[in-house]
Nanobody
Framework: QVQLVESGGGLVQRGDSLRLSCAAS????????MGWFRQAPGLEREFVAA????????YYGDSVKGRFTISRDNAQNTVYLQMNSLKPEDTAVYYC?????????????????WGRGTQVTVSS
């Protein structure tokens, strides 16, 4: 079992930055692929970013490339999402997820564990 707790969301203005954190507890953190997803009201859950187990290769959704950066600190059992140049369309609940087996990064069904999410609201 892995427990995931997100933090760092809030209300910001267009162009601002936020850093989300996801603290993991339970089984060996370094053995999991870690991802971030988001979901806006009425929309499907959208892939944002993911990091391989070793932390060597990040993957990003097209809508956030060049603006968001995922990183992980295996010693602290934490994964981060640095979000820059935020836009109103980035408004959503952001979820952290962990996958033990599948490397199908953009697919929510590939992830075994999920946090409860943190709200990010970007005003114009």
């Amino acid at each position: 079992q892995v427990q995931l707790v997100e933090s760092g969301g809030g209300l910001v203005q267009r162009g601002d930055s936020l850093r989300l954190s996801c603290a993991a507890s339970g089984r060996a953190f370094s053995g999991y692929i870690m991802g971030w997803f988001r979901q806006a009201p009425g929309l499907e859950r959208e892939f944002v970013a993911a990091f391989s187990r070793s932390g060597g290769t990040p993957y990003y959704g097209d809508s956030v490339k060049g603006r968001f950066t995922i990183s992980r600190d295996n010693a602290q059992n934490t994964v981060y999402l640095q979000m820059n140049s935020l836009k109103p369309e980035d408004t959503a609940v952001y979820y952290c997820a962990a996958s033990l087996y599948s490397a199908d990064y953009p697919n929510p069904a590939a992830y075994d564990y999920w946090g409860r999410g943190t709200q990010v609201t970007v005003s114009s």
